[in-house]
């Protein structure tokens, strides 16, 4: 009785929705009847559809609080055309299936790219294209999905947890198809790592309900703002990514294949570079665009909100990596690989750690799901820092 906001109060100087199981008391006369009886009906009704299959009552009560909704509604615009569309979007299941193909186009994509470091042939080319076209049909289908979510809400996709990470895959997959020319493997490791950012979007502490707008982000610079430091972490990610693979192919450096390993592992890295360098850009103009928007909303450009705090520390943390290889003694391809790597954790920070652990104007809540998710970062760190050792050792013994 309380998960469905139902009867607009016509004379409401708030616009508000109530739903069935509210104070219904602010409706008087005929109207008070109306919003306290017709849901109990309908639920009565749906009681008596589940043990005779025949949902005509209930389809006709449904319409009764629809006519009563179009009568005193006068300020939200309810469009037919956007709840046929919202019913058709939920069944197509988007980004469920763009996760897949990412996931599995993209695994194969990383084995054939690393396949093809030692050896090259005709049909490992033309897999790769054929590889490509796939992602890129599954790339303009997640756009596609964004898009009817943009419809549907009326609002830039990108306003909540979920919607950000659906666009912060989408991202990451676009700023690999910007490398595919230089890096198959740059290339493979976004698809892959865009599924799996659709994997978490899809995970149960996600709300992937389209719900209206709260006051503040009724802005067009929710559009601007969020759109432009959102894509930054999609770089960001491919860096670390980069960084991951690099150290990997450090740890199994050898003699027979050092030689090859060593130009694969230079050209990635100046790959990564790039990535960090348009990253730290967008992440430094998306701050500044928020400094904007916050002016605008609360008056102020800055006030070490926590959000604001950590988007600043990751700029300056990225600002360290891009300029690491100035310093004679840290120019080295396995500290900026590492640093690449490690820097990610303020991104993940900057996201996750502010919204839901921490109190401030960007926060989301607490959810008592999302404390899961330190059993993985503490995996993820365990797995960054074996290959640390591992990679300095072989890198510094063999090359």
């Known amino acids: 009785h309380q998960m469905l906001n139902l009867f607009p109060k016509e004379d409401d100087p ?18 008070s009847m109306f919003v306290s009886r017709i849901f109990d009906w309908y639920l009565g009704e749906v009681q008596e559809g589940l043990k005779s299959g025949d949902w005509a009552k209930a389809d006709e009560v449904v319409g009764m609080i629809d006519t009563y909704q179009q009568a005193k509604n006068k300020t939200l615009d309810i469009s037919p055309k956007r709840m046929q569309a919202e019913l058709k979007y939920n069944k197509m299941d988007v980004f469920r299936y763009c996760k897949i193909g990412y996931l599995v186009l993209g695994g194969l994509l990383l084995v054939l790219s690393f396949a093809m470091l030692f050896r090259r042939t ?10 490509g076209a796939g992602v890129l049909v599954v790339f303009h289908y997640h756009m596609f999905g964004m898009g009817m979510r943009w419809y549907i809400g009326g609002y830039a996709p990108w306003s909540n947890s979920y919607e950000t990470m659906v666009y912060v895959g989408w991202a990451t997959v676009f700023a690999g198809l910007l490398f595919v020319r ?19 979007s899809g995970l149960n502490w996600m709300d992937p309900e389209i719900n209206p707008l709260v006051p503040v982000l009724k802005s067009p610079w929710l559009m601007f703002h969020v759109a432009v430091i959102v894509a930054a972490y999609g770089f960001f990610g491919i860096s670390c990514l980069i960084g991951l693979t690099n150290m990997v192919m450090m740890s199994v450096a ?6 090859i390993l060593k130009a694969r592992i230079s050209e990635l890295s100046i ?26 909303s609360w008056g102020r450009y800055w006030g070490w909100d926590p959000k604001e705090t950590w988007a600043l520390i990751t700029m300056v943390v990225y600002a360290v990596v891009t300029h690491l290889h100035l310093v004679k ?33 960007h926060s989301y809540g607490q959810n008592d799901n999302v404390h899961g998710i330190f059993t993985y970062l503490y995996i993820a760190l365990g797995v960054v820092v074996i290959l640390a050792v591992l990679s300095y050792r072989r890198w510094k013994m063999k090359v």
């Open 14 to 31: 708030n616009h508000k929705w109530y739903a069935p199981g509210d104070d219904l008391s602010a409706f008087t006369g005929k109207d």
């Open 122 to 131: 005709r049909w490992m080319k033309v897999a790769v294209w054929l590889l």
């Open 182 to 200: 230089r890096s198959t493997i740059t290339f493979a490791l976004a698809t892959l790592f865009g599924g799996i950012i659709l994997f978490v």
């Open 254 to 259: 050898g003699k027979k294949n050092k030689e």
């Open 271 to 296: 790959v990564g570079e790039m990535a960090l360098w348009v990253g730290l850009a967008l992440m430094t103009v998306g701050t500044f665009l928020g400094a904007v928007w916050a002016n605008e």
């Open 329 to 361: 003694r840290w120019n080295s391809l396995w500290l900026f690989n590492l640093a690449s790597v490690i820097a990610f954790a303020s991104v993940l920070m900057t996201f996750f750690g502010v919204n839901y652990f921490l109190s401030g104007m």
